[in-house]
RNA sequence: GCACCCGUAGCUCAGCUGGAUAGAGUGUCGCCCUCCGAAGGCGAAGGUCGCAGGUUCGAAUCCUGCCGGGUGCGCCA
């Protein structure tokens, strides 16, 4: 399926002979004998630093090695010619017919296409979005949804078994803000003014709550003190901003597996317990921190907490998990989640976090390093900022009555295909800029379109072809003869499709969906090359006057459209078959 | 002060966890439609990969130290 890992097995087999025949020394360690795509083309289809690897722990110069392997690799049908190149490059071409079979493969899978086992069935838990329940998303949280939705996908496209895990930050005092914040807007129902006092949320979303509350409760909460309708309206409130943030991630397509409480942990032992599991391991004890240097607070006192030996599990200073008051800081339940998922049987944990909570993911590690013995790895991708523009010129929001740019606003506008595959053009961790009418431009300048329009030219040849009279059916192009595709340029693209396994299995490894993005896009592009080639040279074009012709070269545009499918599919995009 | 992230073409960014002459897009300039969708394509020009050392056959990539920008730093989550 992978043409990369099959010829690095052909490598691997040939050092293997080259060793029984003495040729090479035993016990070789072959791990960092690659096989790729060389940058230039001009280089063959393949390369191979196998020479230059071995050649110190061979103890024999490169070039003997690489010419050797060459004789052994030449025994090879698939490979038609290896030369000796650079410092002790072998490069590799090989014969058209296993690049045409590419076609074959990728018609027979459909957008199965690149399916990948190496993550062996691992169970991965994916934690993204995780809002706080205290109003909608807005922009910053669209990111990051759209990054871990799609990373969860490539996952699984990879042979991960991947959960999409949301923890709901309702235990903390920020909920009890919401709550009073509510509550005036309760009061706001019932026709007196609210005291929307500094510290509160004073956005207008919290109306149709008030609203609710007044339709659950009638007047019966008015008048009354905090400590007679605090939890209930916490409870109700946060419930309805759950409801709202779940009716967001629909919006967009994100479909969680589980929502976590942090509030569920509170009075069920579960931290308590975290901290047991690790007082056990020693890691736990009372002291004083110093403050930071450089910078210290102006309240700053000395004073005996609660604290976790993180340093010992690689964090810069030890982290307390219990304030002054005896209650547990936030850090506390923090470590009790993700000690939940390490009890819950994850090989492997992804944490998706702003980028402005940088200063955790050392005392997160370390956590999740102690409470599972070091087992469990737990990677943690910050999200950069996203910054809005309209026609070029930034997007000002609002900074009064807590008005901002939301999820929905951005997907109402840019629609949810735009919006996620837009989230994705850039790295996580380098800030992205979003152009409201950029994304919707019908142009080259807009990466979406460039993709979709790709595909859709596919499709327009499936018509074209279909009025011809030409058979194009999933069948009839699987079993064209696909020697046919034997001009440079057919080659080239096919070279380019046959890239996608090794593409899937590079982002997947590296918990990087971006590259997906980027992938299509280079894919597109060199569609749309050779669709223009196709003017100069009519014998390039897909449709022919010969239906056999014909339905060898359609099933090269289909696979592409294929590919770029499957690509989508991870991204979770919706492909067009037509632009309009 | 410390930690983390970023620094690559005028601008916005990729760069396959060390590979060959560092790549796209955009902008600038010049081209290509009696031709499957020009909603596209081709070409030119554009670089001390922030700086300085180090590791090795080989560094944008790994290590150290600086410079610049961002984020964060006990009783907020």
New binding site residues.
């Given amino acids: 399926m992978n043409l990369f890992a099959d010829l690095r097995s052909a490598v691997v087999d040939a050092l293997g002979r080259m060793t029984v025949e003495g040729l090479l020394p035993p016990g070789l360690d072959l791990a ?1 004998v ?1 096989v ?5 083309a ?3 289809d393949m ?3 196998a020479a ?2 071995l ?2 722990p061979a103890g024999k110069p ?1 070039r003997e090695i690489a010419d050797a392997l060459a004789r052994a690799l030449m025994e090879d049908p698939r490979i038609e010619g290896a030369d000796v ?7 590799l071409r090989l014969a058209p017919a296993l690049w045409q079979g590419v076609v074959r493969q990728v018609l027979a899978a459909g957008t199965d296409y690149g399916r990948s086992d190496i993550g062996a069935g691992a169970k991965v838990n994916v934690e993204f979005v995780s809002a ?1 329940p205290t109003g909608p998303m807005h922009v910053g949280h669209t990111r990051g949804a759209v990054v871990g939705d799609a990373l969860a996908n490539l996952l699984a496209f990879a042979g991960w078994n991947v959960t999409r895990e949301y923890y709901i ?1 309702d ?4 909920v009890d803000v919401l709550a009073r914040s509510a509550y005036e807007r309760y009061r706001e129902a019932h026709g007196l003014e609210p005291e929307i006092r500094e510290g509160l949320y004073p956005g207008d979303y919290l109306i149709p709550v008030g609203e609710a509350l007044k339709a659950k409760y009638g007047p019966t909460l008015l008048d009354k003190g905090e400590q007679h309708w605090l939890a209930e309206v916490r409870d109700f409130a946060t419930a309805m901003m759950m409801q709202e943030i779940r009716s967001d991630l629909a919006l967009l397509g994100v479909e969680m597996d589980v929502y976590s409480s ?1 509030k569920a942990l509170y009075g069920t032992g579960e931290i308590e317990a975290a901290i047991e599991e690790l007082r056990a391991a020693g890691l736990i004890y009372e002291g ?2 110093e ?7 102006e ?7 609660t604290l976790f030996r993180s340093t010992a599990h690689g964090d ?2 030890d ?2 998990v219990k ?3 005896g ?5 506390a ?2 470590i009790a989640y993700h000690y939940t998922k390490v009890k819950r049987g994850f090989d492997q944990l992804i944490d998706i976090f702003g ?8 005392r997160m590690k370390a956590a999740v390093s102690a409470l599972s013995g070091g087992r469990v790895p737990l990677d943690i991708k ?1 999200i ?2 996203v ?1 809005l523009f309209k026609g070029g010129e930034p997007f000002k929001m609002s900074k009064r009555a807590g008005t901002f740019v939301t999820l929905r606003d951005v997907v109402e506008q840019a629609g949810a295909d735009v919006t996620r595959f837009i989230m994705l ?9 979003f152009d409201f009418d950029k994304v919707l431009e ?6 979406v ?2 993709v979709q ?1 790709a595909n ?2 596919v ?3 499936l ?3 279909a009025e011809a009279g030409i058979a194009v059916d999933d069948a009839v192009l699987l079993a064209a003869d696909h020697r046919a595709l034997s001009h440079p340029a057919e080659l080239a693209l096919l070279k380019k499709v046959a ?1 996608w396994p ?2 899937v ?2 982002a997947a ?2 918990n ?1 969906p ?2 997906v993005a ?1 992938y299509l ?2 894919l ?3 569609f ?9 040279e ?1 014998s ?5 006057e010969d239906a056999a012709a014909s339905q060898a ?1 359609i099933a090269l ?1 289909k696979s592409v459209s294929v590919v770029i499918c499957a690509g989508l599919a991870i991204l979770g995009v919706t492909p067009v ?4």
């Fill in positions: 960092a690659a790729e795509p060389p940058r230039d001009a280089h063959g390369a191979t630093n230059m690897v050649a110190k490169p190149a650079g410092p002790g490059f072998l490069n706080n930050n235990g903390g005092a920020q942090e004083v921190l403050p930071p240097k450089g910078k210290t607070p309240d700053w006192e000395p004073r005996e907490q810069d200073v982290r307390p304030k002054s008051d209650s547990w800081t936030y850090f339940p923090d980028a402005d909570h940088g200063g955790y993911v050392k910050l950069q900022l910054k053009t850039r790295k996580n961790d380098v800030a992205l800029d019908q142009s080259k300048d807009n990466p379109f460039y329009y859709a030219r499709n327009s040849v018509r074209k072809a890239e090794r593409l299995e590079i490894r590296n990087e971006h590259r980027f896009y280079e597109a592009s060199d749309h090359g050779f669709w223009n080639r196709g003017n100069d009519a390039l074009r897909f449709v022919q070269k545009a078959e037509e632009m309009r």
